[in-house]
């Protein structure tokens, strides 16, 4: 897929929120600096990334896990992300895990013809189809 | 992309406010990276968002800018320049400074005959931002 330079961008909207609600109330932020940070997360994922794969190879595998991206935080001398991103991914799983069992509850239902409430429920399924798109372009490997 | 940033209610509550998609599309831009499961995808996205914040935070504490309330460029090209952490964004935050001056440095180094970058002592004066 050829990317265009946009799409290796992240969204200045989300940038500049999480900016604002680290920085203490009343701190401005020139455009120049929200700008250079954006981009700064860009090259920190190409990074993280990169880092995570060598560690992914090392194991001989092909598809980047968790494990992965936390040693590459280490390696990167992150450590202090390490804890609370294994906070997140707790999380994270749970509800992962709630989303597939809410699915498959929805899927019996629908099998007994209860098509309205389908339609209700539209706007959650927007997120879960999009996960389930990913969850089809990648090989999911349990770690 | 964005659809997990697209719900209005749940600002601050949710879980990774960047975009799994969009990550997603940086991470395979790497020609080495076959696939990614998705539990790599929600941590990298999270742990992108505790970077801006740390990268914020940093800066703004550690910034020789003379304003106060501000963060400015110049304090987040000092940080990448000080902080070995962040290092590797040094070519990415370079330092500002003015044209004149640097046209200045570029002939001295012709006359000179150094091909070398060695602009440490002009870089620490000159901070203003072109």
């Known amino acids: 897929m050829a990317e265009r330079p946009e799409d290796l961008n992240l969204p200045n909207a989300v940038i500049t929120r999480i900016i604002k609600e680290a920085l203490p109330d009343g701190v401005n932020i020139s455009k120049e600096a929200r700008s250079a940070i954006s981009r700064a997360a860009s090259v920190f994922v190409l990074y993280a990334t990169s880092c995570a794969n060598n560690f992914a190879m090392k194991g001989k595998r092909k598809t980047l896990n968790a494990g992965d991206v936390l040693s590459a935080m280490e390696e990167m001398e992150f450590q202090r992300f390490v804890a609370p991103l294994k906070e997140s991914l707790e999380v994270y799983r749970r509800e992962q895990k709630g989303k597939k069992e809410a699915r498959k509850d929805k899927d019996k239902k629908a099998d007994s013809e209860e098509q309205d409430k389908s339609r209700e429920e539209e706007n959650e399924d927007d997120d879960e189809r999009m996960e389930e798109e990913e969850q089809n372009d990648e090989e999911e490997v349990d770690n | ?130």
Do not use: W
């Open chain 2, 1 to 130: 992309g964005g659809k997990m940033a697209a719900r209005p209610s749940s600002g601050e509550n949710r879980l990774v406010s960047l975009p799994l998609s969009r990550i997603r599309v940086i991470m395979k831009s790497s020609p080495e990276v076959s696939s990614i499961n998705q539990d790599a995808l929600f941590l990298t996205a999270k742990a992108t968002e505790l970077f801006v914040q740390y990268l914020a935070t940093y800066s703004y504490k550690h910034g020789r800018g003379k304003e106060k309330n501000a963060l400015t460029y110049s304090d987040l090209s000092h940080t990448a320049e000080e902080c070995e952490t962040f290092q590797f964004l040094a070519d990415i935050l370079p330092k500002k400074i003015l044209a004149s001056k640097y046209l200045k440095m570029l002939e001295k180094e012709k006359r000179e005959g150094e091909g070398g970058e060695d602009e440490e002592e002009d870089e620490e004066e000159n901070e203003d931002e072109t």
